[in-house]
């Protein structure tokens, strides 16, 4: 896991893995629930016997959506920003669904920091490259381009720095 503590630092990384994830479990379970929570119930997701049936994957696949949206999640494994005040999912570049991920299948995602764009001079846009990596297969579920906008603590010199006062609680 990689550590990133300024935009200094996360200029350094660019070109670098960051880490890479424990795999996950993608269950029927879990494709179902999304269903439930996005409106999309097309049978290739949500009807087992008539994916195995009628799919040419033989069993149900998890949404597409549902691979993207488990990458901020299986990605704080990965690498972590501290001295950041405040971090925003700014956007995605790219996004290309490679494999379908059949319930029942394992995930992890593979992180590479792909450019480090400065803002200003506490602001800086992280494009990761998360590779949805599916277990037993050479080719990835998923690729994407996610910007994490993190706007760093201003940094203070020591000779500057406030003083810290006590305060005393009167009753």
């Not at 488990?70 to 001295?83: D, F, H, Q, T």
């Not at 992280?126 to 990596?133: N, S, Y």
């Not at 910007?147 to 203070?156: S, W």
């Amino acid at each position: 896991m990689k550590v990133i503590g300024s935009i200094d630092e996360a200029v350094q990384l660019i070109g670098q893995e960051l880490g890479v994830s424990d795999w996950t479990s993608i269950d029927q379970k879990r494709i179902d629930a999304f269903a439930n929570v996005t409106g999309d119930h097309q049978w290739i997701h949500v009807d087992p016997d008539r994916a195995s049936a009628e799919s040419p994957y033989g069993a149900t696949i998890a949404h597409g959506f549902l691979t993207l949206s488990l990458i901020p999640g299986l990605s704080k494994a990965n690498y972590r920003v501290e001295n950041a005040k405040m971090g925003i999912n700014y956007g995605l570049n790219r996004v290309r669904f490679l494999a379908p991920v059949p319930a029942c299948s394992r995930i992890r995602v593979r992180s590479e920091l792909v450019d480090a764009a400065k803002v200003d001079d506490t602001t800086v846009d992280l494009i990761v490259r998360h590779t949805v990596e599916l277990d037993g297969s050479d080719k990835p579920a998923a690729v994407a381009e996610l910007i994490a906008r993190m706007v760093f603590l201003k940094r203070r010199s020591n000779a500057w720095a406030p003083c810290v006062r006590r305060h005393q609680v009167i009753n």
